[in-house]
C-alpha cells in the first residue's frame, strides 16, 4: 500500500543552521511529490513539488528538496533557516496510475530559534 | 488571489447532532476536497468532487456524507456525530487533478462532538 512517512515529530536548530526534513514514500510507480507548509493558526500553503525530470526542485520562500529514488526519499532543504520558518511541514504523495489519492505524512514540527 | 472560506470556523455538537460545514471557493476551480486533520495522522481525504453534482469517495469516508451544490460550494455533513468525529476539517479546491494542479486549502474547521 502507497504511504508517508515523516520520522521527525519534532525538529529544533538555530537560526542561521541549514535544515532539512526528512521524507521518505512507499509506492511501485513513479511518484508525485509535494511539500506543503502549515505556520501557526493558518492552512496549509504549497511550497513545491516533483512530477518529473530534474531531481531537485526549487519552490518558495527559499525551499528546495531532492528527490531520490534509489532510497524513496524527498527531502526538503533550507540554507539558513529563519526563524519565520517556524511551522509544521507536510510531505504528500500523489499516486500516478491507478485510481486517484494524494496521501500526506504526518507532518514535521519545526522550530528555529532566533 | 486564489481563495478559499470555510464555515464556521469553530463547531462544537453532541454525539447524535447533525452537523453541516460549508466550503466556497472563487477561483473557478473544477475540483473541490474535504479532509480531516488529526495529530499523527496528517491530512486525510474524505470526499472530494469534480463539478455541481458530482462527489468521489475519499480515503476515510465512513460517517460522512457531501454535496456539490455549485462550482463554488462543496458542503460536508455528519447526520449522526460521533466523538471519533473531533477533528479540524479543511475544505481545498484545485483548477485539475493531479500532480499539475496546486490545491488551495480553506482556513479550517474545529468540530467537536461531546
Known amino acids: 500500500a502507497q504511504s508517508v512517512d515523516q520520522p521527525d515529530a519534532h525538529v529544533t536548530l538555530s537560526e542561521g543552521a541549514s535544515l532539512e526534513l526528512r521524507c521518505s514514500y512507499s509506492y511501485s510507480a513513479a511518484p508525485y511529490l509535494f511539500w506543503y507548509v502549515q505556520y501557526p493558526g493558518q492552512s496549509l500553503q504549497f511550497l513545491l513539488k516533483?512530477?518529473?525530470?530534474?531531481?531537485v526542485v526549487k519552490g518558495t520562500k527559499g525551499f528546495e528538496a531532492e528527490f531520490r529514488k534509489s532510497n524513496s526519499s524527498f527531502n526538503l532543504k533550507k540554507s539558513p533557516a529563519h526563524w519565520s520558518d517556524s511551522a509544521k511541514y507536510f510531505c504528500a504523495l500523489e499516486t500516478s496510475s491507478g485510481s486517484w489519492q494524494l496521501i500526506f505524512g504526518s507532518g514535521t514540527q519545526l522550530t528555529v530559534m532566533p | 488571489e486564489a481563495a478559499v472560506t470555510q464555515s464556521p470556523r469553530n463547531k462544537v455538537t453532541v454525539t447524535g447532532g447533525n452537523v453541516t460545514l460549508s466550503c466556497r471557493q472563487t477561483n473557478s476551480h473544477n475540483y473541490m476536497y474535504w479532509y480531516r486533520q488529526d495529530t499523527g495522522h496528517g491530512l486525510r481525504l474524505i470526499h472530494y468532487?469534480?463539478?455541481?453534482?458530482?462527489?468521489q469517495i475519499g480515503d476515510v469516508p465512513d460517517g460522512y456524507k457531501a454535496t456539490r451544490t455549485t462550482q463554488e460550494d462543496f458542503f460536508l455533513l455528519l447526520e449522526l456525530a460521533s466523538p471519533s468525529q473531533t477533528s479540524l476539517y479543511f475544505c481545498a479546491s484545485s483548477a485539475g487533478l493531479g500532480g499539475s494542479y496546486e490545491q488551495y486549502f480553506g482556513p479550517g474547521t474545529r468540530l467537536t462532538v461531546l
Open positions: 516533483y512530477i518529473t525530470g530534474d531531481t
Open positions: 468532487s469534480y463539478g455541481a453534482g458530482n462527489l
